[in-house]
């Protein structure tokens, strides 16, 4: 399974951004999928995870009401709406890629995932 990650890019504070991650190598639909983010010299972070029906969402704190995320299982893709970006926001953000088999508990945890994206990086400027 191929993930590949783009729309970052350089913004200012309160404007928007939609991420995009294109999978492929096997159905989409077999997964589930989840966005996360790496701040320089910080850990992982989670950011949003959906089902893959996309009828089942959830949100870190950090981003919950501001971002939203999607897919669209006949074009196999990822999406992830953030809008009202601040500073704090910049961060590579990576799409990761997870058998449904395995449930929709604890999406928030990364080392649940088997395949990532190469990551896009998102600067917010003040």
């Known amino acids: 399974v191929q993930l590949q990650a783009s729309g970052g890019g350089l913004v200012q504070a309160g404007d928007s951004l939609r991420l995009s991650c294109v999978v492929s190598?096997?159905?989409?639909?077999?997964?589930?999928m989840a966005w996360f983010r790496q701040a320089p010299g910080k850990g992982r972070e989670f950011v949003a995870a959906?089902?893959?029906?996309?009828?089942?969402?959830y949100y870190a704190d950090a981003v919950k009401g501001r971002s939203t995320i999607s897919r669209d299982n006949a074009k196999s893709t990822l999406y992830l709406q953030m809008n009202i970006l601040q500073p704090e926001d910049t961060a590579v953000y990576y799409c990761?890629?997870?058998?449904?088999?395995?449930?929709?508990?604890?999406?928030?945890?990364?080392?649940?995932?088997?395949?990532w994206g190469q990551g896009t990086q998102v600067t917010v400027s003040s």
């Open positions: 990761a890629a997870r058998e449904k088999r395995r449930g929709f508990s604890d999406a928030d945890l990364g080392d649940t995932y088997n395949y």
């Open positions: 190598g096997r159905t989409f639909t077999l997964y589930n």
């Open positions: 959906i089902n893959w029906t996309g009828g089942n969402t």
